[in-house]
């Protein structure tokens, strides 16, 4: 097998020479043709401007969030709070109408001894 392609080597080394000159000199030309993309410095420096304003952004969304969990906890709290008083409201509305329902039972007596005992 080594001899085979020594001597297809030796028989066609013209046209491998040649062919390897045609793609190292097409690749050169390739290279050269195209255009190099280069970025200006302004454009550079006005990505890294956005990119500050970006992180001093994200900063203040963080403080934002962190602010706004404790509102929520705190908004928690105060739910709770108006729905023991909201219970109490009730609690307080059920006495005042079980004593008025006794008042409209009683007669002119009683009724003068309730309000002269309730405003002594």
Do not use: H
């Not at 020479?17 to 410095?41: A, G, H, Q, R, S």
């Not at 108006?82 to 509305?93: A, D, R, Y």
Request: net charge positive; aromatic share 12%; hydrophobic share 40%.
């Amino acid at each position: 097998m080594f001899t085979t392609v020594k001597n297809f080597l030796v028989k066609y080394y013209k046209e491998i020479i040649i062919f390897l000159i045609c793609l190292f000199v097409l690749y050169w030309v390739i290279y050269f043709t195209t255009p190099k993309n280069k970025m200006p410095e302004v454009d550079k420096y006005k990505i890294e401007l956005i990119d500050n304003k970006l992180d001093e952004i994200i900063k203040s969304q963080k403080k934002l969030d962190s602010c706004i969990n404790v509102l929520n906890k705190e908004l928690i709290g105060l739910n709770k709070n108006i729905s023991t008083i909201k219970k109490e409201k009730l609690i307080v509305k059920k006495v005042y109408d079980e004593k008025i329902n006794r008042v409209d039972g009683l007669n002119d007596a009683q009724l003068d001894s309730f309000f002269t005992n309730r405003y002594r």
